[in-house]
Each structure stands twice: as structure tokens, then as C-alpha cells.
């Protein structure tokens, strides 16, 4: 058992505070945070431990989790070099880290932290809090195996975990977003109730639309190709709707927006 102490408590550490209980952790779980409102809220729902001085939070660190938002990385690291009293020994002892931070590569974290830090990358998705998460992870060559292995079954727990290289981390970040569903889910129940469904009725139509066909492909064995092709029958309603969609830039909008967000995360890199 590991001391994982996941440093910010936010949204994400929710996340992933709730999928790690529902998968049954066996690590210790510790959350700092400056907002003591923040700690008292996880703690109540979590039964985890918290600690508000960072000095105390990181004595008990095993891996630390960086879970603040990409443009406070700097801020946080100096904080904990100041906390341990010089920055080559940033976490108290060689120690691992793990940053959930978009768009801020391995190279700025090792400058940032020095040695004897073992920096990994992760990104979750909020999607872990009900066990159905998707992470990805990049680990840098002289990672030691068992760092490894942690890492993997830490984000395991609550969902698939796959290892990309790390020059196409932003690109993964924007496009699995979870965000493009909870938005594409809003958009069609807008339609629908413009064409005269009431709301319950139009979330539930748009929500089987979107989930429960996507559930379909990952659970099955046809091809995208496949079920498109035979949800969208030549001259019936699916074919109209989507060439509509398609006429009206929708292709090109998802483009544009993906572009949109990786440049977004390689400027918070420059933050």
C-alpha cells in the first residue's frame, strides 16, 4: 500500500476520489488543498484523510498527484520546493509524481521539481467517477517498472488506461474530452425540443442517440463503417440528418474546435 496524496481539490480529484472508492482502492488516500471548505466537503464524502499545510501533506507522500489547473504548476512546484526547503529534494525523498496537467510537458516538470522527483503524465477522465474512465498515460524511458505497474493499476481501477508517447498527448487530450458529449448531448436536445419534444423526452432520445450507439460499437464487433451505413438507409431520416449536418459544417466545426484545444494546451506549456 502506497500514500497517494493528491495535491488540489478539485473537480478532477473528485473524479477521481469517486472512482477510486467504487473500484475499492487499497492505498491511502490523503487530499491538500488550500480551501478549507474543499477539504472538509471531500473528506465528508470520502472518508479520506486531508491535510491543509503542504509541508505535513508532501512528509507523507509516497506518489503525488498534481491536480491543479496547467497555468498554477509553477506556482504549486515552488510552493513545494520552499515547503521542503531547497528543490532538489522537493518531495522530502525520491519520490513519485504524477501530472495530471494539460500541456505541461515532462522536460518544464523535471526543471521545475529537479531530482530525485520521477515525473509521470496522466490524463483522466471525469467519466472515472463511475468506473467507466479512460486514461491516458506517458512514462519517460528510465521510469523503473514498478513505478510502472502502479501507475497503471492506480488508473486501472477505474477504467482503461492506455500508454501513448507524450508528443501526442494534447492531441489526446482535446479529442477524448468528455466535454464533446455533455455538449453534443445539449445540442440535439435543443433540436428536439425545437421540433416539439418536451425536455425530459428530448435528453432521453439525444442521450440513447449518442451513448447507447457509441456502446454498441466499443461492446461489438461491426465496424463504424458498418453501423453507419445501416443506421442511415439511403433516402430514410438518419441520411437526411446527417447530410444536413454535414452541408452545414459540422465535420468542419469538430475540425476546427479540436485544433482549437490543442493549441490551447500547448500555450498553457508557455504559462
Known amino acids: 500500500m502506497r500514500t497517494v496524496v493528491f495535491l488540489g481539490g478539485g473537480r478532477i480529484t473528485s473524479a477521481m476520489l469517486s472512482g477510486l472508492c467504487l473500484g475499492k482502492t487499497r492505498d491511502r ?9 474543499k477539504l472538509r466537503d471531500l473528506k465528508e464524502r470520502f472518508e479520506i484523510a486531508v491535510e491543509a499545510d503542504l509541508g505535513r501533506a508532501l512528509a507523507q507522500a509516497d506518489v503525488a498527484m498534481v491536480a491543479v489547473r496547467p497555468s498554477s504548476v509553477r506556482d504549486l512546484l515552488l510552493q513545494v520546493a520552499q515547503a521542503a526547503g531547497k528543490t532538489n529534494r522537493a518531495l522530502g525523498r525520491p519520490a513519485l509524481a504524477v501530472s495530471l496537467a494539460a500541456g505541461v510537458p515532462l522536460r518544464i516538470l523535471r526543471r521545475l521539481a529537479g531530482p530525485p522527483v520521477r515525473w509521470v503524465r496522466a490524463m483522466p477522465s471525469p467519466a472515472c467517477r463511475s468506473g467507466r474512465g479512460l486514461t491516458a498515460v506517458t512514462f519517460p524511458r528510465t521510469l523503473p517498472g514498478a513505478d510502472r505497474k502502479f501507475v497503471h493499476d492506480f488508473f486501472a481501477s477505474f477504467g482503461q488506461v492506455i500508454e501513448i508517447r507524450e508528443s501526442k498527448f494534447d492531441a489526446f487530450t482535446v479529442t477524448f474530452s468528455c466535454s464533446h458529449g455533455y455538449h ?3 445540442a440535439r436536445a435543443r433540436a428536439g425540443q425545437e421540433a416539439g ?3 425530459k423526452t428530448a435528453l432521453l432520445a439525444s442521450a440513447h442517440a449518442l451513448a447507447d450507439g457509441i456502446i454498441t460499437w466499443r461492446e461489438g464487433d461491426d465496424s463504424l463503417e458498418s453501423l453507419l451505413e445501416e443506421a442511415a438507409t439511403p433516402g430514410g431520416t438518419a441520411a437526411a440528418t446527417m447530410a444536413a449536418m454535414d452541408a452545414a459544417g459540422y465535420e468542419r466545426a469538430v475540425r476546427r474546435g479540436v485544433a482549437a484545444g490543442v493549441r490551447r494546451a500547448r500555450a498553457n506549456a508557455g504559462k
Open 29 to 37: 488516500l490523503v487530499v491538500h488543498d488550500r480551501n478549507p471548505g
Open 197 to 199: 419534444l418536451d425536455r
Open 184 to 186: 453534443a448531448l445539449a
